[in-house]
């Protein structure tokens, strides 16, 4: 999570005037816990969404494409990183696990 919360104070909420909120929160649905960081910053651009995700944007996020790839990895490819984003309006990063899987070996 720590990761995601930077993302969200850094890049999200230090370029606006006047403050701003960052929202954890969990859940589960019908094949998975839900762990949600929102802001209410300025937003991504959808293709820097894609960059992210795909290891190719390398300045301003940390770590998103490497929290991804390892979720995915671990848990498989329906796991991982969801980001939903308006620009001037925030982001929403959705982490998705499984509600059961088989004790992990390796360190993640």
Not at 52 to 72: F, Q, S, Y
Request: proline share 6%; hydrophobic share 35%.
């Amino acid at each position: 999570l720590q990761p995601l919360v930077e993302n969200a104070i850094k890049p999200g909420l230090l370029p606006k005037k006047h403050g701003g909120t960052v929202t954890i929160s969990g859940s589960k649905d019908r094949d998975g816990f839900l762990i949600k960081v929102s802001d209410n910053g300025i937003g991504i651009e959808p293709e820097r969404i894609e960059l992210l995700l795909a290891e190719k944007e390398m300045t301003g996020c940390i770590g998103i494409a490497n929290v991804n790839n390892r979720l995915k990895n671990v848990f498989g490819p329906e796991y991982g990183l969801q980001i939903h984003s308006t620009c001037g309006q925030g982001t929403e990063v959705i982490l998705r696990i499984p509600k059961t899987f088989a004790e992990v070996s390796q360190v993640v």
